[in-house]
């Protein structure tokens, strides 16, 4: 069997939750002896691309043995991170799937590649749907308004209508409908967690989605072993990307206020916004005790987490689902965590981490300040996170697997319980 995923950016360009769920899968998708091709959408200069298709540079290479076709429009549209469809990708779309011959294509995101997925249904090609995050249903992918406040959804437009005034209701309209469009042809549409569903199942009713966990790769990790005993040193860790949605700079906010000489913040990670960084490296200045660790490798994950004691996750939006929480997890490393989204659907507070309220510097550098005056209070949490059970991605693989013979033999249904499917 032959498989496709379509991807908004992947590697080495890319390399956050989504890029990292697409190449854990497609990896051991290959190795179960069935043909895979990436097909993404890229950032990189003129000279990178080797050819070109209609209004496309295009370039094919090689990933950690996942063939991938990276491609740029010559001249990128104003639109190109917001709108779904896109005129000059659908002239060449069906061309790049007939090329590729798949049994099923599986949509990993939608954003810049759109038109692949709008294709597919009248091609004939079976596919599937993951959805990642909240792009289809807002054009700001991250549901916060104008404001700068979160938001619910769109409500068939009449929400954004009020809360981002300067987007227009026909574009919402049309947008809205692009996205049922592509969602109801779907063999079967899948959500990593319950919060994620709920949103689109609410936006659309009567569309049915199913929840299949992102999978871990165990063999990158290490079970964190430390126990904990008062005035025992704390080290917390941010590892994301750096921007102003993901609340690193609340974290650096309060970790300043936290009062004790024997706490360290380690902070990996990196970002586009230039402003950003040189406010948040400001924002550090002066304080010893906090270090930027750079970007690690993957093949580092497991020793970063066996060397702190605590992943924070001062998310100011929206998380669909976290890698970092649930490697934090498989690891034995408590988390704390903003209460919202995807994240509370994991972190129980007291239990296996910490939850505070979104937003709220002063809450969350009161659990810190709570973590290293009692930095015992950890050995409890950790002996919760051991009786969790983290899917691997082994059994995700296994899981979609049988998704995918099921869209190639028409027996995948959008109907359903909504309920896990079994891994």
Known sequence: MKIVYLIHQFYPEFYTGTEKFILNLSTMIQKAGNRVKIISYSS???????????????????????????????????????????????????????REKPNVVHVGHTLRVGALAQVLQPLGTPYIV?????????????????????????????????????????????RLNAAKEILSHARMVVAPSQFLAGIFRNEFPGLEV??????????????????????DPVVFCYAGSFNAHKGTHLLVEAFKGVRSAN?????????TEESYIKDLTAMAQGDGRIEFCGVYPEEKTGEILSG??????????YESYSMILHEALASNVPVVA??????????????????????????????????????????????????????????????????????????????????????
Request: glycine share 8%; charged share 25%.
């Open 308 to 317: 702190v004691d605590t992943i924070i996750i001062p998310s100011l939006c």
């Open 44 to 98: 990189y200069p003129d000279s990178f691309y080797d050819h070109s298709r209609g209004e496309f540079l295009c370039k094919d290479y090689t990933y950690q043995g996942i063939p991938v076709t990276a491609l740029r429009h010559k001249k990128i549209p104003g639109d190109l991170n917001h709108a779904i469809g896109n005129k000059a990708l659908s002239e060449i779309a069906g061309d790049l799937i007939n």
């Open 338 to 423: 903003a209460r919202l989204g995807g994240l509370a659907e994991k972190i129980q507070d007291g239990v296996n981490g910490f939850l505070f309220t979104s937003g709220d510097a002063k809450q969350l550098r009161t659990v810190l300040q709570k973590i290293v005056d009692q930095p015992e209070t950890l050995s409890p949490l950790k002996r919760n996170i051991d009786k969790m059970i983290i899917p691997t991605v082994e059994q995700e693989a296994y899981t979609y697997s049988r998704v995918y013979r099921m869209a190639k033999d028409g027996r995948a249904s959008r109907r359903g319980s909504g309920k896990p499917l079994s891994l």
């Open 263 to 271: 706490a360290l913040l380690k902070i990996y990670g990196s970002g």
């Open 210 to 231: 199913k929840i299949i966990n992102h999978g871990l790769n165990f063999h990158r990790l290490r079970r964190n072993e430390k126990s904990y005993a008062p005035h």
């Open 130 to 174: 993951t959805l990642t995050d909240f792009f289809l249903v807002c054009p700001k992918v991250n549901l916060v308004t104008s404001a700068k406040i979160l938001c619910s959804g769109p409500e068939q437009g009449r929400t954004c209508g009020k809360l981002c005034p300067e987007l227009e209701l026909d574009y919402i309209t049309t």
